[in-house]
C-alpha cells in the first residue's frame, strides 16, 4: 500500500500527543497528516472533501466532545474511512468503544493503549485498506403484511439449509432451515426483513407452516437418498401462543413421515409475553412427542438462565457473537467457556453459531464443543446444492485428532 495515499487524522485533546504521533507517523513513512485538540474542528476538517481523512486516530476520553460522541457524528456523516483508537483507557473499555463504532459500520482497524509503540502503530495501520465503494444498497425496505402474506400465498418463500457438524469428526449431523423470500422485483430478502411483519400481522403461523412442510419433505428427499440428516427449524415466540399448534407439528410431521427425534425446534424468547404458560405447555407437550428443543441465540436477549431452567432442552446453540473471535478475547472465552460448561451440566448438546474462520474453528475444536456451524463450514445454501457439498467437505475436511 502506498503510505501516501493515506490521510490521517490525529483527534487527541492533549497537544503534546500531536507531536508525538506526527513523529512517530512520519518515521513509518506517512507524510499526510493532520491534528486537532476537539471533536468539533476535527468535523469541520472532515466535512471539507479536499482535506477529509481516510484513517482516524482517535483519543476516546476528551473534554466536551468525548470519543464516544465523536463517533455518533462520523455514522450521522456516513464516514467510510478507518478508525484507530489509541487512548489510555483500560483494555474493557477500549474494547466496549471499538465494539459501539463497529455495530455503526465504522471500520475499526483496532485500538492501541498510550504510550503507543510504533510496531504497534504500523501493524494496525498496516490493515488500512482504501474504503470500498459504498454499494449504493437500497434503503432497507420494510414489506407490507399484504406483500409478505401473498409470498406466503404465492409459494416465494424457500428454505436455505446451512450444514451442522460434530466439530471433532467433521461428521454433517443436520441442517438448520433458514427462511429466504425469493422477491420477484427485489431478488433474494433475508428473514430480518420480514419475520418481524409476519409477528406483527398475525402471518407467522402460516409462515411456519410453510417452511416446516418444506423442511420436513426436504428431510425425507435426502432420507431416500441415504443421508440421514437431522433438520432444525426455528419457531417464533408468536407460534407457541396456542395450544393447537402441537398437534400441528405432529400433523406435518407424521404426514411427511418425519420421526419427531430428527426434528429440531430452535426457540429464542424475542418479544416479552405477559403470560408463559402456553408456551411452556407447548414446548413441553412438543418434547413429550420426543421432537428436540433447542435454545437459539443463547447469552442475548431473553434466550436465559429462566428458560433453561424452565424447559427441558435438548441443544444450547451459543451466540456467535460469544464464538466469533472468542480466541481472541479473554471476555469472550469467559463467556463462552461458561455457558459450555453450564449446558455440559444440564446434559445437553452444544452448538456453537458464528464459526467464521480458520481461528473460530480451532477454538471452538480446543474447547471440544459438540457442534459447529457457520461460514466456515458452509453457508445457507438450497437445498439441491447440498448433497454436493457433503461430497467436497468430506473429501477436504482435515480429519483432525480424535480424542480418547
Ligand atoms: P438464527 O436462527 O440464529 O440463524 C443464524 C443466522 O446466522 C442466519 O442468518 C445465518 O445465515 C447466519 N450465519 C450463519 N453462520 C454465520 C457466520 O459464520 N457468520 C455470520 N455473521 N452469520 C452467520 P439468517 O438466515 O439471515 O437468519 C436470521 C435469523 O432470522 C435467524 O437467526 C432466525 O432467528 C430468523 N429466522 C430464519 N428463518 C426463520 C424461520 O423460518 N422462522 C422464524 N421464526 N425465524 C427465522
Ligand atoms: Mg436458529
Ligand atoms: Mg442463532
Given at each position: 500500500?502506498?503510505?501516501?495515499?493515506?490521510?490521517?487524522?490525529?483527534?487527541?485533546?492533549?497537544?503534546?500527543?500531536?507531536?508525538?504521533?506526527?513523529?512517530?507517523?512520519?518515521?513509518?513513512?506517512?507524510?499526510?497528516?493532520?491534528?486537532?485538540?476537539?471533536?468539533?474542528?476535527?468535523?469541520?476538517?472532515?466535512?471539507?472533501?479536499?482535506?477529509?481523512?481516510?484513517?482516524?486516530?482517535?483519543?476516546?476520553?476528551?473534554?466536551?466532545?468525548?470519543?464516544?460522541?465523536?463517533?455518533?457524528?462520523?455514522?450521522?456523516?456516513?464516514?467510510?474511512?478507518?478508525?484507530?483508537?489509541?487512548?489510555?483507557?483500560?483494555?474493557?473499555?477500549?474494547?466496549?468503544?471499538?465494539?459501539?463504532?463497529?455495530?455503526?459500520?465504522?471500520?475499526?482497524?483496532?485500538?492501541?493503549?498510550?504510550?503507543?509503540?510504533?510496531?504497534?502503530?504500523?501493524?494496525?495501520?498496516?490493515?488500512?485498506?482504501?474504503?470500498?465503494?459504498?454499494?449504493?444498497?437500497?434503503?432497507?425496505?420494510?414489506?407490507?403484511?399484504?406483500?409478505?402474506?401473498?409470498?406466503?400465498?404465492?409459494?416465494?418463500?424457500?428454505?436455505?439449509?446451512?450444514?451442522?457438524?460434530?466439530?471433532?469428526?467433521?461428521?454433517?449431523?443436520?441442517?438448520?432451515?433458514?427462511?429466504?423470500?425469493?422477491?420477484?422485483?427485489?431478488?433474494?430478502?433475508?428473514?430480518?426483513?420480514?419475520?418481524?411483519?409476519?409477528?406483527?400481522?398475525?402471518?407467522?403461523?402460516?409462515?411456519?407452516?410453510?417452511?416446516?412442510?418444506?423442511?420436513?419433505?426436504?428431510?425425507?428427499?435426502?432420507?431416500?437418498?441415504?443421508?440421514?440428516?437431522?433438520?432444525?427449524?426455528?419457531?417464533?415466540?408468536?407460534?407457541?401462543?396456542?395450544?393447537?399448534?402441537?398437534d400441528e407439528i405432529v400433523g406435518l410431521a407424521a404426514k411427511a413421515g418425519v420421526p419427531p427425534q430428527m426434528v429440531e425446534l430452535e426457540v429464542t424468547e424475542t418479544s416479552f409475553m405477559?403470560?408463559?404458560?402456553?408456551?411452556?405447555?407447548?414446548?413441553?407437550?412438543?418434547?413429550?412427542?420426543?421432537?428436540?428443543?433447542?435454545?437459539?441465540?443463547?447469552?442475548?436477549?431473553?434466550?436465559?438462565?429462566?428458560?433453561?431452567?424452565?424447559?427441558?432442552?435438548?441443544?444450547?446453540?451459543?451466540?456467535?457473537?460469544?464464538?466469533?473471535?472468542?480466541?481472541?478475547?479473554?471476555?469472550?472465552?469467559?463467556?463462552?467457556?461458561?455457558?459450555?460448561?453450564?449446558?455440559?451440566?444440564?446434559?445437553?448438546?452444544?452448538?456453537?453459531?458464528?464459526?467464521?474462520?480458520?481461528?473460530?474453528?480451532?477454538?471452538?475444536?480446543?474447547?471440544?464443543?459438540?457442534?459447529?456451524?457457520?461460514?466456515?463450514?458452509?453457508?445457507?445454501?438450497?437445498?439441491?446444492?447440498?448433497?454436493?457439498?457433503?461430497?467436497?467437505?468430506?473429501?477436504?475436511?482435515?480429519?483432525?485428532?480424535?480424542r480418547i
Open positions: 500500500m502506498n503510505n501516501f495515499a493515506i490521510k490521517i487524522l490525529v483527534l487527541d485533546d492533549e497537544p503534546f500527543m500531536h507531536k508525538l504521533l506526527e513523529r512517530m507517523l512520519a518515521n513509518l513513512g506517512y507524510t499526510s497528516i493532520a491534528a486537532c485538540d476537539n471533536g468539533r474542528a476535527a468535523l469541520d476538517i472532515i466535512d471539507n472533501p479536499d482535506d477529509s481523512p481516510n484513517l482516524i486516530l482517535l483519543d476516546i476520553n476528551m473534554p466536551e466532545m468525548d470519543g464516544l460522541e465523536f463517533v455518533r457524528h462520523l455514522v450521522e456523516r456516513h464516514y467510510n474511512g478507518s478508525l484507530i483508537l489509541v487512548s489510555g483507557e483500560d483494555e474493557r473499555m477500549q474494547q466496549a468503544a471499538e465494539k459501539l463504532a463497529r455495530a455503526h459500520k465504522i471500520t475499526v482497524l483496532g485500538h492501541l493503549h498510550k504510550p503507543a509503540s510504533p510496531e504497534g502503530m504500523a501493524e494496525l495501520i498496516g490493515k488500512w485498506e482504501p474504503p470500498k465503494q459504498s454499494k449504493p444498497r437500497a434503503a432497507r425496505k420494510i414489506y407490507a403484511a399484504d406483500e409478505v402474506r401473498a409470498a406466503i400465498a404465492n409459494g416465494e418463500l424457500v428454505n436455505y439449509y446451512q450444514p451442522k457438524v460434530r466439530t471433532v469428526s467433521g461428521q454433517v449431523m443436520g441442517v438448520e432451515s433458514l427462511v429466504r423470500w425469493r422477491h420477484p422485483q427485489d431478488g433474494m430478502v433475508f428473514p430480518d426483513q420480514f419475520i418481524g411483519v409476519a409477528e406483527a400481522n398475525g402471518l407467522i403461523d402460516d409462515l411456519t407452516r410453510v417452511v416446516l412442510a418444506g423442511a420436513f419433505a426436504q428431510y425425507s428427499i435426502w432420507q431416500q437418498s441415504g443421508l440421514m440428516l437431522q433438520v432444525a427449524v426455528n419457531l417464533s415466540m408468536d407460534n407457541l401462543a396456542s395450544l393447537g399448534f402441537v405477559d403470560d408463559l404458560r402456553t408456551p411452556l405447555e407447548v414446548l413441553s407437550r412438543l418434547r413429550l412427542k420426543r421432537f428436540r428443543l433447542s435454545i437459539d441465540d443463547f447469552g442475548i436477549g431473553n434466550s436465559s438462565l429462566a428458560q433453561l431452567r424452565d424447559l427441558p432442552f435438548d441443544e444450547l446453540k451459543i451466540d456467535m457473537s460469544f464464538v466469533h473471535g472468542a480466541w481472541k478475547n479473554e471476555k469472550l472465552q469467559a463467556m463462552f467457556d461458561s455457558s459450555l460448561s453450564l449446558a455440559k451440566q444440564l446434559g445437553m448438546e452444544v452448538v456453537a453459531e458464528g464459526v467464521e474462520d480458520q481461528a473460530d474453528w480451532d477454538f471452538v475444536h480446543n474447547r471440544n464443543c459438540d457442534i459447529s456451524q457457520g461460514y466456515f463450514i458452509a453457508k445457507p445454501m438450497p437445498a439441491a446444492d447440498l448433497p454436493a457439498w457433503i461430497q467436497s467437505w468430506q473429501k477436504t475436511f482435515p480429519a483432525p485428532q480424535r
